[in-house]
């Protein structure tokens, strides 16, 4: 990627690493012998679920650019630190503890809006597997389209299923046709949050999309829309905000940690604008990609399962998600 024009310096990425990964601890446990959240361990392949997401965001934007979130307590451990340590100093955001994915994504939201308001940002989940990453990292990259050329939206990428999954949140694009909006992407009309198998497998047969958490905005968009239907919250960053690059700015971020509530960006944000805001929310479509939250160790097996039985050449020849041999000998 060539970095030296306005636009490019414009898009900015943040990496949500600030997760404990508690539904899946035992099975890490099993396969570590010791606790450590999912996305700072080797599931799948060589490196761990945050090492791949990395990779995947840096062929689209500098490393410079990508802020990482992550909790105070993930840095007392040597594993996250060695991971963590070739990134840009600047670029690690450490929240005083998880609050979820609302304030997981906003905190490093003020660090780039401080820098420059009208950034086009990219928001990355780390605990996600994607086989066709080019395919991937090129609707990100439409994504990244369609937020220049119409900076009031978000643009949200969703994933074509190919299971009736009943642990995954559903986007709806509008039926309407007549309503494709620039790059493909398509105007919401729902968002379901876990179905029933019964009504999964209704949501794939009407073109229901997987909600893959990967987002594209301009940062000062998305805080104008927060501020209308969160006000609350926006006035807890807003502070931290104005005391960023200060001395007050540590005091400022524990200060507002302390009495901020979890909240999850998906269910209490984007469902919101959603409704209230219908024009500001896109989905678009992503075909043709293996993708998987491995939020449990069902779908890490099945990941792992895939992968022992090729059913593309794609597949046959991605060595980076080769199993291991043992689970001790994988290389963290």
Known sequence: MDTSSVDDWLVHGIVLAA????RLQVYVQEIRSEPL????VNLIGRRSMLEHTFHRAERLIPAKQILTVVS????LRADVCRQLASRPRETLIVQPANKETGPGILLPLMFIYKRCPQAIVAVFPSDHFVLEEDRFMNHVKLAVQAARQDPSRIVLL????????????YVVPHEDVGELCRCET??????IEKPRAEVATKLMMAGGLWNTMTMVFRADTLLQLVRRIHPVIYRGFSRILEALGTRREQPTIDAVYEKLESANFSKQILETIAVDYPKSISVLPVREVFWSDLGSPARVLRVLRRLSHPQTEEIQTTPDYKKPRRAENREL
């Open 19 to 22: 997760g404990e990964g508690r």
């Open 37 to 40: 959240p999912k996305q700072y």
């Open 72 to 75: 105070r307590g993930h840095l």
């Open 158 to 169: 969703a994933i074509e299923p190919h299971e009736p999954e009943t642990e995954y949140g």
């Open 186 to 191: 398509r105007r919401v009309a729902a968002f």
